[in-house]
């Protein structure tokens, strides 16, 4: 039988990957965090607690995959206890119809009011969200759009302490 090392041993290497300068770049770092769940099964765990500690969520693609795979899951839904930053943004917003609509239709709805509505309540520890924009008045325009929705989202946080 191989030898093992103790699993707070392993969990304090797992976070110095972490924890490391961060003159890499964010990918870099979730890429070795995403080797490191692929050790073993013991390092599973502390792996996941690291990735999902800041969580990125910069495209429409990457918004239905998490949802699809993350809030959906009843397996990985219960990480997202370890996300203590949200960085979201470039969703784009539907065009307008090209054609009339008929009285009484709905248009689709928002790419920006559905992620705050779903992910409303979803992340415990949430202390900073950072919302990036195309242009400087981006944020403005998100805030007047869906200023319901914003505000749902960030009252049912309430360790959020920063907004950014």
Known sequence: MLPTLP???TDSIIACVDDGP???PVNVLQQTLCNCALVCRDWLPASRHH???SVFILSDGQYTLFVARVIHSDHMRPWLASTEHLTVGNLTDPPPPSSPTRTGAVPPPSPWRQLLHELAAQFPNLRALSIRGRTPQYLDDLAAG???AL????SSHPRLRALS
């Open 7 to 9: 699993v707070e041993l």
């Open 22 to 24: 961060r003159t890499q």
């Open 51 to 53: 990735l999902f500690k």
């Open 146 to 148: 869906h200023s319901r």
């Open 151 to 154: 505000s749902l989202f960030i």
